[in-house]
């Protein structure tokens, strides 16, 4: 990924939405005329942003929410807020019973890494929002930003895959503005980003801001030394999860 010069200027930052909905466009012409898109709502930023930018992008009519709470869902509220505001159709599909049902069915003498469960609700909730999808003649969006995929901040197989990623080049900073200009209510465009999961927000379990990522990300600046080995590090330990799976092609010699 190359470093580009800082867009949160309003006006380069709108110049670039507008040619992202364009390409969102100009994607379902070629693959997939007519469908619908299908896309994860957790009530956060990244797919609130994502569901207001289809809007704009193909209509209401073909934006479709899928809320998966694993249970109870402290925040829900932020994501039936979203849907609401925003008029699309929504499912509500609760992914407790598959992620007992798989955590139950480990053998004794396997024990489920903490790591492993905390990964397992983002993989239920692909293949939901894929079974959906399926179901309605739809895209799924990817809902990730050009911060997280930085440093490999989403699971793999989870929310890490979709059919198309209208955010993948936003840092979370250009994300949270692009919702201010699409007009969407404050409370979702800056609630603490958190996955949900582990009871920590993303920031916590990352060890810097996404100011100063963001900041790193377009400039290469950072103030803090060891932040800055943290960053690199994660950056690449995780690029793995943005290539295209390695396989062997045999050499027919």
Not at 59 to 66: A, E, H, L, S
Not at 79 to 99: E, M, R, S, T
């Amino acid at each position: 990924m190359e470093k580009v010069a800082d867009t949160l200027n309003r006006e380069k930052l709108t110049k670039a939405m507008n040619g992202c909905i364009e390409w969102i466009r100009d994607f379902f012409e070629k693959n997939g005329k007519g469908c619908n898109a299908v896309l994860g709502i957790s009530g956060g930023k990244d797919s609130s942003v994502a569901a207001a930018i289809l809007v704009e992008a193909l209509g209401k009519d073909r934006v479709i929410g899928v809320l998966m709470p694993n249970g109870e869902q402290a925040d829900i509220d932020m994501a039936y807020k979203l849907v609401n505001h925003l008029g699309i159709k929504h499912y509500v599909v609760n992914i407790k019973d598959a992620f007992d049902g798989i955590v139950n069915a480990f053998p004794d003498d396997l024990k489920l890494s903490e790591q492993s469960r905390i990964n397992l609700g983002p993989r239920l909730r692909m293949s939901t929002v894929y079974a959906v999808s399926q179901s309605v003649n739809g895209r799924v969006a990817n809902t990730c930003n050009l911060s997280e995929d930085w440093v490999g901040y989403s699971t793999r197989y989870g929310d890490s895959v979709g059919d198309f990623s209208p955010l993948s080049h936003f840092t979370v900073q250009e994300v949270k503005e692009i919702g201010r200009i699409l007009g969407l209510p404050k409370e979702l465009v800056d609630k603490a980003p958190s996955d949900g999961l582990c009871g920590k927000t993303d920031e916590d379990n990352l060890g810097f801001t996404y100011a100063e990522l963001d900041r790193y990300i377009r400039t290469g600046e950072i103030d803090d030394e060891e932040k800055k080995k943290l960053i690199d590090r994660k950056h690449e330990m995780n690029l793995f999860k943005l290539d295209v799976m390695p396989s062997y092609v045999p050499k027919w010699e």
